[in-house]
């Protein structure tokens, strides 16, 4: 049986507090650090271990804000600390919905669709048609912000290659494939600005893909 996501975060609190070697006070002086005072060793001992706190009430639950200030003081991504990647084989990612870990962590960052465990032996698990829409619909934008930074590094690494090149064909090649980020790059901003999203920034020689003239050149995809 998966226990709910405030039971891992406790469960993984005290894991990595372990691997790094602290303690629980050494614990809440970084959390202290990091904005967060409350979070004493009593706070600690009580999401650790579910100990009842002066109301009376077992305190595991953790708030985002606690969550966020926690992964920094242990030096781990905040994802980390929800779920157990390397630990554990499910989780469940909402009550009643288990999933194997790493699907369940990807859905949480926007990476794909959440799975639902099937009857089929052979494929345990699949994505419902509902879940599939919810995620290639990418109302976040997310997905886009990605491809965005995928283009922006090619069009990086090109530009680089280009420089470096020690021949005119090994640079004009280089030059091409920055050249042919550009219309991909304008081909997101579109989507992002239709979803009323911030665009990321440009370096100033992108910067013409934003002009309301820019016609991109798709010649190369032919």
Known sequence: MQSPLSEVVASELRRYREVRGLNREQLADACARYGAPHLTYSAL???ETGRKGKDGVRRRDVTVDELAVLARA???????LLFPVGHADEVEAVPGHPAPVWDALR???GEGALPTKTDDTDRP??????????WRADRAGLTDYRW???????WRVSRAEARRARSVAARDDAENRAAEAAPKLWDVRVRLREKGLRLPPLPDDLAHIDADGYRPDWSWTR
């Open 45 to 47: 001992v009580n999401i």
């Open 125 to 134: 698990w699949g994505v419902t048609n509902d879940d599939y829409a919810d």
């Open 74 to 80: 242990l030096g781990v991504p905040p994802v980390a």
């Open 148 to 154: 965005h930074d995928r283009y922006l590094e090619e």
């Open 107 to 109: 859905w949480f960052t």
